[in-house]
């Protein structure tokens, strides 16, 4: 794809949502480690009916550790593989609070020793709460990555790498939730919709959507002849 090309796909994302951000429900960095983690596998949707409960319960590390494992399964049964996330959740917990004064670490090695937390969940937290310009790709993100011809590639970390590097700089730091949302909404797995897409004229992908054939206008009848009333005159 040509530089121009790639540089208007973006302007024309951020003219449509100037401030994008995640759909995870979230008010510090620990929850948002938490609802990161959580969603690996399973929907936003479910991440956020599982941590509405959770989180006016246990929204700290050392909360969480105090519940345990068995404590914190009931409240994330709304999300896949809940009993491995839980252990996962509370060894989080419990590592943050001895290793990092129960803070969440900024750094790409310690997020990733972290249980349950691999790199996309790492380029999230460096991203949106340390403010580094790196880029999770998940299955959305490589779909329209792929799609559009913005950064082919044949894995995540390739597609990741290709974003990276071919992402204007201006545009690096919030290309993730474009990318996610456009995913998510727009050019979805099954039938994208091509037709209201606005950067449809800037991608490549081979297989569009047609617009819906245009219905012809449906004929309504003539008026019936309206029948005279008994004894009056015509």
């Known amino acids: 794809m040509h530089p121009a090309t790639r540089?208007?796909?973006?302007?024309?994302?951020?003219?449509?949502?100037?401030?994008?951000?995640?759909?995870?429900?979230?008010t510090t960095p620990f929850e948002l480690l938490v609802?990161?983690?959580?969603?690996?596998?399973?929907?936003?949707?479910?991440?956020?009916?599982?941590?509405?409960?959770?989180?006016?319960?246990a929204n700290t590390p050392a909360a969480v550790a105090a519940l345990g494992v068995e404590g914190v399964k009931p409240y994330i049964k709304p999300v896949g593989l809940y009993n491995t996330k839980a252990k996962n959740l509370v060894g989080l917990a419990q590592q943050l609070l001895e290793r990092h004064g129960g803070e969440v670490p900024?750094?790409?090695?310690?997020?990733?020793?972290?249980?349950?937390?691999?790199?996309k969940t790492a380029n999230i937290i460096l991203n949106m709460v340390f403010g580094e310009t790196e880029i999770a790709v998940?299955?959305?993100?490589?779909?329209?990555?792929?799609?559009?011809?913005?950064?082919?590639?044949?894995?995540?970390?390739?597609?990741?790498e290709s974003l990276t590097l071919n992402t204007p700089a201006e545009f690096r730091r919030n290309a993730h939730h474009w990318l996610i949302l456009h995913g998510r909404y727009i050019c979805t797995a099954r039938a994208p919709k091509c037709p209201s897409c606005i950067i449809r004229d800037l991608c490549e992908y081979k297989h569009k959507t047609p617009p819906a054939p245009k219905r012809a206008a449906r004929r309504l009848p003539l008026p019936s002849r309206v029948r005279a009333r008994p004894g009056r005159k015509r």
């Open 7 to 26: 540089r208007a796909i973006f302007r024309r994302l951020q003219a449509a949502n100037p401030a994008p951000t995640t759909e995870l429900l979230h």
């Open 138 to 160: 998940d299955t959305h993100i490589f779909r329209v990555a792929n799609r559009t011809g913005l950064a082919p590639g044949p894995t995540p970390r390739a597609v990741e």
């Open 35 to 57: 609802a990161v983690m959580l969603s690996a596998h399973t929907t936003d949707r479910s991440v956020n009916a599982a941590t509405r409960n959770l989180f006016p319960v």
């Open 106 to 119: 900024a750094t790409r090695e310690e997020l990733e020793a972290l249980p349950g937390v691999g790199r």
